[in-house]
């Protein structure tokens, strides 16, 4: 998954014995050489110093195979990393690890041959925190023609799998999962997450039924659902598989009530779905992440369903009976950051975990006779309006946000919206 990045080449025009590459950039993960010498060199070892620093700081670790013999050895304490003897037709490939922290002596993997049957691959360490920025060889005389290219392998290449979407901003690798599946990671890994559940379906309107209400949601970045403090960041291990589920929305109901959407989860961590609306002969908004708007039949009003802690908000109940009526109506389900007002969905939260701000968990707006019936703000869908629209359905939940559905006038429910997963990790 890794992108090497061309920095730097040079081929001889002559014959050379010192070849350096300096003011190499810091904005890589690691360094890659790879050196070709089309005819024989002459003269000592193949030699790699860092940052032209000579002091007896580099040791090296070595396996060598001729097609007839084979051996091992080490070298300690020395003032440069031998790479190998020197070779007619050879080559040599470097791959230096981390090379720009501070914190770590430097490691590197080098292997060397030639067009013989000879072979060594060789490890080296240089007992120094500084970060590289110069590399330079010298030893042999390397005929005209040889190669040395510098690669930089880049400092946004993913170190997990997994995801319908894997995306940088330079500082953060997203994973986004638009449907259930594998978090693999390659290294161990700090990882901030978005868990929002499926957005709870509306019921049938015999009357008016309820909206639907938001996922459930569990967040480390800005805001978390139900007004709680934010989630804690998940340390996850290398080679571990992580399952995530992306739950489904609520399904409308062509009776009563509308159907509470699927849970989500990330790792260990887990958010309820939507609670769906009350509508027809049973009312009342089910519990959920965010509770379902409560329904209205004639003199008959719901109760709007009970939020989850740290998820989501009630919805609201159904409203006056009076028709015909500007406040005729059902409930507004809860959203993951506000609770239902009358027959308006609830807010979802805003969060820019994904690199730029987006609400999810908005409840569904309630079918009503003539108020204001949006859904709220994070993929709510908005409840029919008796006299714009007539009888009917409302608008469903946003796939991929866990909106909740939209109530309806004397007509069937709609579903809540899928949830979504994101992870995120550092460059």
């Not at 360490?125 to 970060?131: E, M």
């Not at 260990?268 to 409560?294: P, Q, Y």
């Not at 608008?395 to 109530?407: E, H, L, R, Y």
Request: with cysteine; proline share 3%; aromatic share 8%.
């Amino acid at each position: 998954m890794s992108t090497y990045t061309p920095i730097s080449s040079q081929t001889l025009s002559a014959s050379a014995s010192t070849i350096t590459f300096d003011g190499i950039p810091q904005t890589y993960t690691d360094l890659v050489v790879i050196i070709s010498c089309p005819g024989a060199a002459t003269g000592g070892d193949w030699a790699m110093r860092y940052n032209n620093d000579t002091a007896t700081n580099y040791s090296r670790t070595y396996l060598f195979g001729t097609g007839s013999a084979a051996g091992s050895g080490r070298n300690s304490s020395a003032s440069y990393l031998a790479l190998g003897a020197p070779r007619t037709n050879g080559w040599c490939k470097i791959s230096i690890q981390n090379y720009s922290n501070t914190t770590t002596n430097k490691t590197c993997l080098w292997v060397v041959g030639s067009a013989g049957d000879d072979i060594a691959p060789i490890v080296g360490l240089w007992r120094s925190t500084s970060a590289i920025n110069r590399l330079d060889f010298f030893g042999p005389t390397w005929p005209s023609g040889s190669t040395f290219t510098l690669y930089g392998i880049g400092a946004g290449s993913p170190k997990a799998f997994g995801g319908d979407t894997v995306t940088t901003d330079g500082t953060y690798w997203y994973h986004t999962f638009r449907s259930s599946g594998i978090f693999a990671p390659m290294s161990n890994l700090t990882c901030d997450y978005l868990v929002v559940a499926g957005g709870g379906g509306s019921a049938n309107g015999q009357g008016s039924s309820g909206g639907g209400g938001g996922g459930g949601v569990r967040c480390t970045v800005g805001a978390t659902g139900g007004g709680g403090s934010l989630e804690t960041a998940l340390n996850l291990s290398a080679g571990s598989n992580v399952t995530v589920t992306v739950g489904a929305g609520g399904a409308g109901s062509t009776t009563s009530p509308g159907g509470n959407g699927s849970s989500s989860t990330f790792s260990t961590i887990t958010a309820t779905g939507g609670g769906g609306s009350g509508g027809g002969t049973l009312r009342n908004g089910a519990s959920g992440g965010s509770g379902g708007g409560g329904g209205e039949q004639g003199s008959v009003l719901g109760t709007g369903g009970a939020g989850t802690t740290n998820q989501g908000f009630a919805g609201a109940a159904g409203q006056s009976a009076t028709y015909p009526s500007a406040t005729y109506g059902a409930g507004g389900g809860g959203g993951s950051s506000a609770a239902a007002t009358t027959h308006v969905g609830g807010a979802g939260i805003a969060t820019s975990i994904s690199g730029s701000s987006q609400n999810y968990g908005g409840g569904g707006g309630g079918g009503s006779y003539s108020a204001t019936n949006t859904g709220g703000s994070g993929g709510g869908g908005k409840g029919r309006t008796e006299t714009t629209q007539g009888f009917g359905s409302g608008t469903a939940g946003t796939a991929n946000t866990g909106g909740g559905g939209g109530g309806a006038i004397v007509g069937n429910g709609v579903a809540g919206g899928s949830g979504v997963v994101i992870v995120r990790y550092a460059v």
